[in-house]
Every structure is written in structure tokens, then in C-alpha cells.
């Protein structure tokens, strides 16, 4: 079965550092991975995928991931954190198997930017 | 990116009744749309796949008599809580995506906060 695991519930980062939110990844064949960012009472909005490619893959709002098949880790990163990245991050594999390609999420990462 | 909105964003109801969520997507022909539920501080599940034209998809564990869900244009799907109770309360979140394919992205709605009294 195809999932996701972001082990950490909250990840706590001063402003102005850099910040890292882990998600690893449990696939069969070669996986879709995306990140996504909930803000309070919103939906999803997306930040970034990879598909295929370089393994260096740059999102919106300056965030990035490195997808590292050996690790089978797909770990989101902001050089330098805003208060205002302060959010709910999911991680999610497309699942390839059921036919209607559904997303599969992780339980979230809650980052806190502390000015 | 494409553009999905929800209706209403917010709704209070008494238990019992029904409440329509609607999904709709602005830009571009949804012929998948996915129905979630998030309670607080929780994940997205997945409760439905819908194509447009046909039945939806139910995931394990989700009742389709509660909770209704048509697909009846390429840009419209509603979910409908049937008799709803104060544990339908939640945060309801669609997704629609065009086309068949792995490479087709979905696009998220706002989401819908319920509240059964």
C-alpha cells in the first residue's frame, strides 16, 4: 500500500533560520509526491511536486524539497523562515494503484515561526 | 493555477437536518472531484471519488446514504450530509482534477466548515 509519514507533529523554528519539515514515503514503482500548506480554516494550497526529474524540486514561496529515493524521503525546506510560514504541512503520495490516482496524506507537520 | 471554490464556507444547522455543499471549479472541466473531511488537528480523508456523469466511490467506512454526493456537470459536484448530527461536525474540503492520467493535478477547494447543533 502506498503512504506517507511525517513524524514530527510540530517543528518549532526561529525566524530568519532555516527550516526543514520530514516526510518519508512508502510507495510502489516511482511515486508522485507533493507538499501541501493549510492555513487556519482554509484549504490546501499547493507548494510544490515532484514527478520525475531533478531530485531538487523549487516550490512557491521560496520552499523546496530534495526527494531522495534511497532514503525514500521527501523532506520540505525554507533557507530562511517567516513568521508568516507559520501553517499546517501535509505531505501526500498520488496513488497509482487504485485507478482514480486519489491522494494519500500525511497527519501534518504544524511549523511555528517564532519572531 | 486552476481555481476551486466551495459554497457555502461556513454553516451552522440543528441536527437532523440536511445541509448541500457545493464544489465547482471555475476554470476548467472537473471530471474527477474528491470529497475530504478533516477534523481538528487531523489529516485529510478522503471520503469519495466522483466522476462526472456516474456513482461516486465511497472509501471504506463512509456511509453513501449520509452523505450524498452528485457529479452532474463538468463543473459542479455537491455533497449532501443527510440528517446530520453534532459528530458530522467538521471541516469539509473538495478537490477537482481534469482529465484521466497520473500526471493530472488536483486543485483544492477552501473547505466547508459544518457545525451540527
Known amino acids: 500500500a502506498q503512504s506517507v509519514a511525517q513524524p514530527e507533529d510540530q517543528v518549532n523554528v526561529a525566524e530568519g533560520n532555516p527550516l526543514t519539515v520530514k516526510c518519508t514515503y512508502s510507495v510502489s514503482g516511482n511515486p508522485y509526491l507533493f507538499w501541501y500548506v493549510q492555513y487556519p480554516n482554509r484549504g490546501l494550497q499547493f507548494l510544490l511536486k515532484y514527478i520525475t526529474g531533478d531530485n531538487l524540486v523549487k516550490g512557491s514561496y521560496g520552499f523546496e524539497a530534495e526527494f531522495n529515493k534511497s532514503q525514500t524521503s521527501f523532506h520540505l525546506k525554507k533557507p530562511s523562515a517567516l513568521v508568516s510560514d507559520s501553517a499546517l504541512y501535509f505531505c501526500a503520495v498520488r496513488d497509482r494503484t487504485s485507478g482514480t490516482y486519489k491522494y494519500i496524506f500525511g497527519t501534518g507537520t504544524r511549523l511555528k515561526v517564532l519572531a | 493555477g486552476a481555481v476551486v471554490s466551495q459554497h457555502p464556507s461556513r454553516v451552522i444547522c440543528k441536527s437532523g437536518t440536511s445541509v448541500k455543499i457545493e464544489c465547482r471549479s471555475l476554470?476548467?472541466?472537473?471530471?474527477?472531484m474528491f470529497w475530504y473531511r478533516q477534523f481538528p488537528k487531523q489529516s485529510l480523508m478522503l471520503m469519495a471519488t466522483s466522476n462526472e456523469g456516474s456513482k461516486a466511490t465511497y472509501e471504506q467506512g463512509v456511509e453513501k446514504d449520509k452523505f450524498l454526493i452528485n457529479h452532474a456537470s463538468l463543473t459542479l459536484s455537491t455533497l449532501t450530509v443527510t440528517s446530520a448530527h453534532p459528530e458530522d461536525s467538521s471541516f469539509y474540503i473538495c478537490s477537482a482534477r481534469s482529465g484521466e492520467g497520473s500526471y493530472n493535478e488536483q486543485f483544492f477547494g477552501p473547505g466547508t466548515r459544518l457545525t451540527v447543533l
Open positions: 476554470d476548467f472541466q472537473a471530471t474527477t
